[in-house]
């Protein structure tokens, strides 16, 4: 029988395999594992060249989170279903989203959980801000039908409250949204609201599902923190100290 080019290629490529397969064995390795304790031991005795690594940005860092960029009037913190702190966080996303996407606004939410400490009274450092917005959330600004903004804040009750600016009253009854008004005015389940928020609550985030029903979303490059930090800046240049608005716009359900 005639030997083909292509046969001879496929008894080199078999030739090949059964030389690789009677080749040693590869070798066996033991692989042993133990857990090292993160503890005060690491305080006590700190790995110098990590020290060395870790002290070259630490300078730099701490030089520019110590840098003060205003006063707070009051101690602030952040708890459902309202406090001062996210009265003034939503308030400050209302009043500063206009500039960002040159339009107004008819509310601002966002969620607690993305503020994650206390502003105390006093001095506001940059550093200060980071720890309280550690996250990249950039604003967003949604329209949503007042039916969709309703089912909303029915999922904002059930959770116990949310950020809300100073235009929402509502009770939390049966965890569900009762009384609710938008600027003094029942909420119109056939009107189309424009919401300012960040990019996490906009995607659906905690739970806020509704969010994923508008009917028109701009993004926008500015970040909460950075948003926050320009509202104090500028409250500084006219020499006002930063306040929050004592009221309550989320009354919590009775207690049976």
């Not at 339009?103 to 502003?119: F, K, S, Y």
């Amino acid at each position: 029988m005639k030997t083909t080019y292509k046969h001879t290629c496929c008894i080199l490529a078999a030739a090949l395999w059964l030389l690789s397969a009677c080749t040693a064995s590869r070798p066996e390795f033991d692989i042993t594992s133990r857990l090292i304790p993160v503890d005060a031991h690491w305080n006590q005795t700190p790995e110098p060249q990590m020290e060395a690594i870790v002290s070259k940005y630490k300078t730099s860092v701490d030089s520019v989170m110590r840098i003060v960029i205003g006063t707070s009037s009051q101690y602030m913190e952040p708890k459902r279903p309202g406090s001062l702190l996210t009265n003034l966080s939503a308030d400050i996303i209302k009043s500063e989203a206009p500039s960002v996407f040159g339009q107004p606004v008819d509310l601002a939410i966002t969620n607690i959980g993305g503020i994650r400490n206390p502003l105390m009274q006093g001095e506001i450092t940059l550093g200060e801000i980071y720890s309280i917005f550690p996250f990249d959330n950039t604003l967003c600004l949604i329209k949503l039908k007042g039916s969709d903004l309703r089912d909303l804040f029915d999922i904002i009750a059930s959770r116990g409250g949310e950020a809300v600016s100073h235009e929402v009253r509502m009770t939390i009854a049966d965890d569900k949204a009762a009384n609710l008004t938008i600027d003094g005015a029942p909420l119109d389940d056939n009107r189309i609201y424009s919401i300012a928020t960040i990019d996490y609550v906009a995607n659906g985030g905690d739970h806020m599902t509704p969010c994923l029903k508008a009917t028109e979303r701009k993004n926008s490059a500015a970040f909460l923190r950075d948003v926050v930090i320009n509202y104090i800046e500028k409250a500084t240049q006219a020499k006002r100290a930063i306040s929050a608005l004592d009221e309550v716009r989320i009354t919590p359900a009775k207690p049976q």
